[in-house]
């Protein structure tokens, strides 16, 4: 029998779409939200893949003019600042 030597496996790189985020000037003066809320952002665009309808997410901090909203996108925690008016709040379902 030959003998097999072990390689771990190789992987592509693959690629990380950013979400777009508005610039920190335009924020306005932010407050943490605690705990976070569970919210949904319409309209939101990533990188190279374009807009997509609706993304969940969880504010983490507000201002008069944009939410600072985590999201869990491609496996990979991603956070952006985002227009107010592009956020809404979601109910998070009971667990069993």
Same mark, same amino acid.
């Given at each position: 029998?030959?003998?097999?030597?072990?390689?771990?496996?190789?992987?592509?790189?693959?690629?990380?779409?950013?979400?777009?985020?508005?610039?920190?000037?335009?924020?306005?003066?932010?407050?943490?939200?605690?705990?976070?809320?569970?919210?949904?952002?319409?309209?939101?665009? @990533?990188? =190279? &893949?374009?807009?997509?309808?609706?993304?969940?997410?969880?504010? $983490?901090? *507000?201002?008069? %003019?944009? #939410? @600072?909203? =985590? &999201?869990?996108?491609?496996?990979?925690?991603?956070?952006?600042? $985002?227009? *107010?008016?592009? %956020?809404? #709040?979601?109910?998070?379902?009971?667990?069993?």
């Amino acid at each position: 029998m030959s003998e097999h030597r072990w390689a771990p496996p190789e992987h592509q790189d693959v690629p990380i779409y950013a979400a777009e985020s508005l610039p920190l000037d335009a924020i306005g003066d932010p407050e943490t939200v605690d705990p976070p809320q569970p919210v949904t952002v319409h309209d939101l665009t @990533f990188e =190279e &893949i374009g807009a997509l309808a609706e993304v969940k997410a969880f504010a $983490v901090a *507000r201002s008069d %003019v944009a #939410v @600072f909203v =985590e &999201i869990a996108w491609q496996g990979r925690l991603q956070r952006a600042w $985002v227009p *107010r008016d592009t %956020v809404t #709040v979601r109910k998070l379902k009971p667990r069993a």
